[in-house]
């Protein structure tokens, strides 16, 4: 299994030899440094790899992190289970991704903050006649005496709330370009996140 952490850097796009464009995502990989290599048989329990990239200094680390990973600081440390094993201290980088190569991309997606019925969940908000006033965005009922509940608000019943910052995985898309040297790799279509969002990248 392939694995990388990249930056997302923003939406570009690509002609492919049928002359047709291709939306694509550019996004930033430096090296990652194998920093913890746990195996099923061992007290964790299961098999992963375990990464960290970038840099961070020193006094934004925790010390339990800093005395994990030896005194590095990392911007960003993740896990990658079932990965082919390494070594700690090994370097992983773009070099083993292809163009063609089927990836999933893994992240947080933009948070939007308290939003409404509207934005959050798509209502069509309430009628714009008979002398409504200020009603327009307004989610209705929400149960009530009678209602389908008994007298109650129903669990999951969608009402305003935060939206965004949810973990969210796009599968089947296709490296489009991969720069090794520059650290960059481009797949098709568009991933989770604003820009300078750290996503997972794994090839599926």
Excluded: C, W
Aim: hydrophobic content about 40%.
């Amino acid at each position: 299994m392939k694995f990388i952490l990249a930056k997302k850097e923003g939406m570009t796009r690509l002609y492919g030899e049928d002359g047709r464009a291709r939306a694509g995502t550019i996004l930033v990989a430096g090296p990652m440094t194998v920093t913890q290599v746990k195996v099923a048989e061992g007290k964790d329990g299961y098999a992963a790899v375990q990464v960290g990239t970038g840099a961070r200094k020193a006094k934004n680390v925790s010390k339990a992190v800093l005395g994990h990973t030896k005194g590095a600081g990392y911007e960003a440390i993740r896990e990658f289970r079932d990965a082919d094993a390494a070594e700690v201290g090994s370097t992983i980088d773009l070099s083993a991704f292809v163009v063609g190569d089927t990836v999933q991309v893994s992240g947080l997606t933009k948070g939007k903050g308290f939003a409404g019925v509207v934005k959050r969940h798509g209502f069509h908000g309430g009628r714009r006649s008979h002398g409504q006033k200020h009603s327009e965005r307004e989610p209705g009922s929400i149960g009530g005496s009678g209602g389908r509940a008994g007298g109650r608000v129903a669990k999951g019943i969608r009402m305003a709330g935060r939206m965004g910052a949810d973990r969210v995985t796009v599968k089947n898309l296709k490296v489009l370009a991969v720069d090794a040297a520059e650290g960059r790799i481009i797949v098709s279509g568009a991933v989770p996140g604003h820009r300078g969002t750290m996503l997972e990248v794994v090839s599926a």
